[in-house]
C-alpha cells in the first residue's frame, strides 16, 4: 500500500460496483479513508464485504438526485473521517431517450443524476475545503462530451454539461486553492456499457473493439488510476482540465 492519499478523506457517489467501485478501493490502497453513497445498498455491502478495510470504509444508501440524502450521508461521513478533502462525482447513468418522445421527467431525471447531482455534492463538501484552503473534486464524465453517438439522447448533453460545470467551478474556487477536473472515460468494461451492447445491434461489441487503436476497452481499474491521480497532490496544478481516458479513441474519425 502507498501512502499517496494519506490523510485524506475521499468520498465518492456511485462507490458500489464499476468506476466507483474501482475508484473506492484504489483511494483505500493509496491511505484514504473512503466514504461512499450509492441508491444500492446490497450492492454496496457487498463491496465493504469484500474490501475489509472496515476502519477507513465507510458506505450509506442514498441518492444522489436528493439534497436531503446527501445531507444526511455527508453528516455521518464527516462523523467517522473528518472533513471531505476529495470527492468524486461517480454516479451517473445513460440515457436512451427518443427526442420527441421523451417526458419532462425523464429529462429532468436524466440531468439530476448526470448534472445536478455533481453541484449538490460540490456545496455539501466546499465549505470544509474553503476553510481547510485545501481541496480536489473530480467529476467522471464521458467521452459523449466531446463525440457522441445515436441513440442515448441526451446523455452526450448531461455530460457536457458535466464538463461546462467543472470549469465554472474551478474558477470560482481556484482562489481557495481548490481543484476540479473532469476525467472523460471512453468504453468501460462495467454494467453500463454491457447495458449499451444489449440494446445495440449484433455485431457492434465486435466494431467498437476494432476501432480502438489498442484493441481493447478499459478496465475501471486504468479509470480510477487516473482518478486518483487527479485529486493527489501530485495533480497540484491541473484545474479546470477534462482528462480524456479513451485508449486513443477520440483521436480517430471514420475510415
Ligand atoms: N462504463 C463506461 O464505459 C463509461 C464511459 C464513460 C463514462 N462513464 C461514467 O462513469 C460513471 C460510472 O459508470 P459505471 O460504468 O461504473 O456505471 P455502473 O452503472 O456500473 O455504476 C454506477 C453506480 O452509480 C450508482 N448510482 C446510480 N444512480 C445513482 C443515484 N441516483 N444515487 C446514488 N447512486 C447511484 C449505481 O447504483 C452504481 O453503483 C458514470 O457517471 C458513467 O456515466 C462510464
Known amino acids: 500500500m502507498s501512502d499517496r492519499l494519506g490523510g485524506q478523506h475521499v468520498m465518492i457517489t456511485g462507490g458500489s460496483r ?12 493509496e491511505g484514504a479513508r473512503v466514504s461512499f453513497i450509492d441508491i444500492d445498498l446490497e450492492e454496496s455491502a457487498g463491496l465493504a464485504e469484500r474490501l475489509g478495510a472496515r476502519d477507513r470504509l465507510f458506505f450509506g444508501r442514498g441518492d444522489v438526485r436528493s439534497a436531503a440524502d446527501i445531507a444526511g450521508f ?31 421527467q425523464q429529462w429532468d431525471d436524466v440531468f439530476s443524476v448526470d448534472l445536478k447531482s455533481a453541484w449538490l ?11 481547510a484552503r485545501h481541496g480536489a473534486i473530480v467529476n467522471i464524465a464521458s467521452l459523449h462530451s466531446e463525440l457522441t453517438y445515436p441513440g ?20 470560482e474556487v481556484g482562489p481557495h486553492q481548490i481543484r476540479v477536473n473532469a476525467l472523460s472515460p471512453g ?3 462495467t454494467f453500463l ?22 484493441g481493447r476497452m478499459a478496465t475501471p481499474q486504468e479509470i480510477a488510476n487516473c482518478a486518483v491521480f487527479l485529486i493527489s ?13 479513451d485508449g486513443g479513441l477520440g483521436a480517430r474519425f471514420a475510415g
Do not use: C
Open 187 to 189: 468504453y468501460t468494461e
Open 74 to 104: 455527508h453528516e455521518k461521513a464527516i462523523v467517522a473521517f473528518g472533513p471531505v478533502t476529495a470527492l468524486v462525482n461517480n454516479a451517473g447513468r445513460n440515457s436512451y431517450a427518443d427526442p420527441v418522445a421523451m417526458t419532462e
Open 233 to 245: 497532490d501530485e495533480a497540484s496544478f491541473v484545474t479546470g482540465a477534462n482528462w480524456q481516458v
Open 18 to 29: 464499476g468506476i466507483g467501485a474501482a475508484i473506492v478501493e484504489k483511494a483505500l490502497a
Open 152 to 171: 442515448m439522447f441526451p446523455y452526450a448533453a448531461a455530460k457536457s454539461g458535466l464538463v461546462g460545470l467543472t470549469r465554472s467551478l474551478a474558477l
Open 193 to 214: 456499457v454491457k447495458e449499451f451492447f444489449e440494446k445495440s445491434a449484433p455485431g457492434l461489441r465486435a466494431r467498437v473493439l476494432d476501432a480502438h487503436p489498442m
Open 121 to 131: 455534492m460540490a456545496r455539501a463538501v466546499l465549505p470544509s475545503m474553503i476553510a
